[in-house]
């Protein structure tokens, strides 16, 4: 894929994953935040890989890159692409968000109004093209590029040429597999099992994630 990254929420844990391996695969990376100092403080502390790069910006900047993907809490996501949707209309925004509570040992799913939260964002930006991926990704083995992880990607939305764009995307990426699962109405599904996932690694005291197997590619 030709262009540049923005992630908006990009200083998190979850962020800084993607921002690695993105530029380890060589592309110029955005990490957005509320605060630009704090992004830039961020990405100082980061060994990032000389295939590509990263910048710490504001939110609003990492907007304005070409494929956009959104990594901010569940319960603020909604009102922060709303604030930047002139920015997001017509470009590939990918929703990584979960909406997870949790429950003693567990995180359970929440379901949002319109089953997910990739859906609550299709709905907040009309005019973009939104897919859901990145969902199930342990972020500290992300971030880690020594750390040997060979998982799956399940990418789920209604936009085809789009979920085509991100699965490239992630297969660029050391370590990643896109899957590309089908359409939206499946994003429920995927972003629930999330908590399922974490729920395992809490309880089994371990790192797993999830790698299909029988696939052909
Ligand atoms: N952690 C994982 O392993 C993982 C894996 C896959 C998917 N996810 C999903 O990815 C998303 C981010 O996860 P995370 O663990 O990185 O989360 P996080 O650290 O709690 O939040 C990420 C960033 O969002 C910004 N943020 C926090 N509160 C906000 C608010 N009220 N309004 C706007 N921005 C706010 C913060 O950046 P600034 O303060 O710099 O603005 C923060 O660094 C979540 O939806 C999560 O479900 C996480």
């Known amino acids: 894929m030709n262009g540049t990254i923005g992630i908006i929420g990009g200083t998190g844990p979850a962020g ?36 590509g790069s990263i910048r710490g910006v504001a939110n609003e900047d990492a907007a304005s890159a070409d ?27 990918i929703s990584m968000v979960n909406a997870l ?6 995180l359970v799913p929440l379901y949002p109004s319109r089953g997910s939260m990739a ?9 973009s093209r939104i897919v859901g991926a990145f969902h199930h990704l342990p972020a500290a083995q992300m971030e880690d590029l020594e750390s040997g992880l060979d998982a799956d990607v399940v990418i789920v939305g209604d936009d085809a040429p789009a979920r085509e764009l991100v699965a490239s995307l992630v297969n660029e990426m050391p370590g990643l ?41």
């Open 16 to 51: 800084r994953g993607v921002a690695m391996r993105l530029a380890k695969a060589g592309y110029a990376v955005s990490i957005g935040s509320r605060d630009a100092a704090r992004a830039s403080e961020v990405v100082g502390a980061m060994a990032v890989p000389t295939e």
């Open 67 to 93: 494929v956009v993907i959104v990594a901010t809490p569940w319960d603020s996501a909604v009102a922060t692409v709303k604030a930047l949707r002139d920015q997001l209309a017509d470009k590939v925004v």
């Open 101 to 106: 509570i949790r429950e003693g040992r567990e």
């Open 119 to 127: 859906a609550q964002l299709a709905s907040a930006l009309p005019s």
């Open 177 to 217: 597999r896109g899957v590309i699962a089908g359409t939206m109405s499946l994003a429920s599904a995927v972003e629930a099992f999330t908590a399922v996932c974490v729920s395992i690694n809490i309880r089994h005291k371990a790192h797993s994630y999830v790698k299909l197997e029988g696939l052909a590619t």
